[in-house]
């Protein structure tokens, strides 16, 4: 007789955005062998603030068969081509980060290195220059890139500025449409069996005992099964992404919504502004050590110019994540399984990038040890990954006009990190792993940005004459001025496309 092993039932703690991707993405691959519960409780609210997202989301709808413009009118959403990060690197100073190309790679060989030897000639000006993604959005302009681009100067990407809620609805919506079953209830109790440990089932408060073969904890910073019942264990980063604390707004939109997020430094940290079709999101991310919370809501405060459409809301964390991301029967995701930060908007994509890990390592009931590991070694890879793109951000300013800054500039770095930007200074040599969100185009609008240039570029460029080179060099600026100018405005491409019913 065949023991039959399949997990038949996945019971998943938590709902908000992280949930119900969660819940949508999963019964989209196994809508017909595994049936889905998610419990969460209408008296508990969610985190909620992540409005900007990276361009990977775009990608995750779709698998679900959703359309860019039917999200964007559900979600009162704006076109994100990037973030302008403002006074990062050094007071006054700015750039942006897109998500997209620089200029023309030549013979194998990124174009940085090209534009490095003209930049030392004084024949390059900005790498934002040479990116039609970062001057569509200094000009304000957006249009979708398109299906079979001629080179790669006509390269780009985006990702939305959305009301998180509204996406969560879109998502619940879909994972209910298609057979996942809802509880509106607190968890209780979580009931561990006693020959293994493993998670047998969660009472709740309305006295239903709910069984299941997988358990998805999403139930945000506390961890309630995976750390509070299976005692995961959390790695904790805050020496060296030193800040914990935000203090959250949102505020009525003044001027149309600019095609990008601003990410603006201030003395103990940062603060962002989101636009979307029918408000400004606003959010000052800052270290407690080196302000407090009084002084950290009227930095925020003193620096939005829209009337305010709630109260101030502030939130502590501890960046890090769990050590063991999966653990019996039990897997985090989302802010269970971790947190960094705002910035950069990385933790829907890495709910996205742990829903596909699931996919991939989709356990049976035996929850095999060599599948767990993986999963667990694949996921400390990225986040540590991510990890060092944020720190970048950070100990790469020159800025030595407070302690905060100072702090960061001078500490001591993880030798993962060390290890990438020795090479790209030494030789200008990007390092690209499997499991990693940011791809070398990132990393080069952030090492530019923050002015880390190579000591030498590629030797093969020499086999170019510089002429050719500067002559290459401002025809690709030329182009990309002129698919700007024929660019519409990013308010009249919302006007026309995607403008929520009610704003």
Request: glycine share 6%; charged share 20%.
């Amino acid at each position: 007789m065949t023991v039959n092993k399949r997990v038949e039932h996945v019971v998943i703690v938590g709902g908000g955005t992280a949930g119900w991707m969660t819940a949508a993405g999963l019964i989209n691959y196994y809508k017909k062998n595994v049936n889905f519960t998610l419990i969460e409780s209408s008296e508990i609210g969610t985190v909620g603030v992540g409005e900007s997202t990276i361009a990977t989301i775009r990608r995750f709808y779709a698998t679900l068969g959703m359309q860019d413009t039917d999200v964007m009118r559900a979600t009162q959403a704006t076109c994100k081509l990037g973030i302008e990060f403002q006074h990062w690197y050094q007071q006054g100073a700015s750039f942006i980060h897109p998500f997209g190309l620089f200029g023309q790679d030549v013979a194998n060989v990124p174009f940085h290195h090209y534009w490095l030897k003209m930049q030392l000639q004084g024949a390059a000006s900005d790498m934002g220059d040479y990116s039609l993604g970062v001057n569509m959005a200094r000009a304000g302009k957006f249009t979708q890139p398109p299906d079979n681009p001629q080179n790669m100067l006509s390269v780009f990407d985006w990702a939305l500025q959305f009301d998180a809620s509204l996406f969560a609805k879109l998502m619940r919506d879909f994972a209910e449409h298609h057979g996942v079953r809802r509880i509106d209830a607190k968890v209780e109790q979580v009931n561990l069996k006693a020959d293994n440990g493993f998670i047998e089932s969660v009472k709740l408060d309305n006295g239903e005992v709910v069984s299941g073969d997988l358990f998805i904890d999403c139930s945000g910073f506390n961890g309630l099964l995976i750390e509070q019942a299976l005692h995961s264990g959390y790695e904790d980063w805050s020496q060296w992404l030193v800040c914990d604390r935000a203090v959250t707004v949102q505020s009525e939109l003044v001027g149309p919504p600019t095609p990008y997020t601003i990410a603006m430094a201030h003395q103990a940290g940062w603060q962002w502004k989101i636009p979307l079709q029918h408000r400004q999101g606003n959010g000052h991310v800052y270290s407690s050590q080196y302000i407090s919370d009084d002084e950290a809501k009227a930095v925020l405060l003193n620096n939005i110019e829209g009337k305010l459409l709630n109260e101030p809301r502030q939130f502590k964390f501890i960046p890090g994540r769990r050590k063991q991301a999966w653990r019996k029967n039990c897997i985090a995701v989302g802010l269970a399984a971790g947190f960094l930060e705002p910035l950069e908007s990385t933790s829907i994509a890495l709910v996205e990038t742990a829903i596909e890990k699931i996919r991939l390592l989709f356990p049976d009931k035996s929850m095999n040890q060599s599948v767990i590991d993986e999963f667990n070694e694949m996921t400390r890879l990225e986040y540590e990954r991510v990890r060092d793109f944020i720190i970048l951000h950070y100990h790469g300013t020159s800025r030595t006009d407070s302690p905060m800054w100072n702090y960061c500039r001078t500490m001591p770095i993880p030798d993962t990190l060390a290890h990438k930007m020795a090479l790209f200074k030494q030789r200008g040599h990007l390092v690209k792993y499997r499991w990693e969100i940011f791809q070398p185009a990132s990393w080069v609008a952030l090492y530019t940005g923050m002015h880390i240039l190579p000591q030498s570029y590629d030797p093969i460029v020499d086999n170019f004459d510089p002429e050719y080179l500067r002559t290459s060099l401002d025809a690709m600026k030329k182009s990309i001025n002129q698919a700007v100018a024929a660019t519409p405005s990013h308010a009249d491409f919302i006007a026309q496309h995607c403008a929520a019913a009610n704003k």
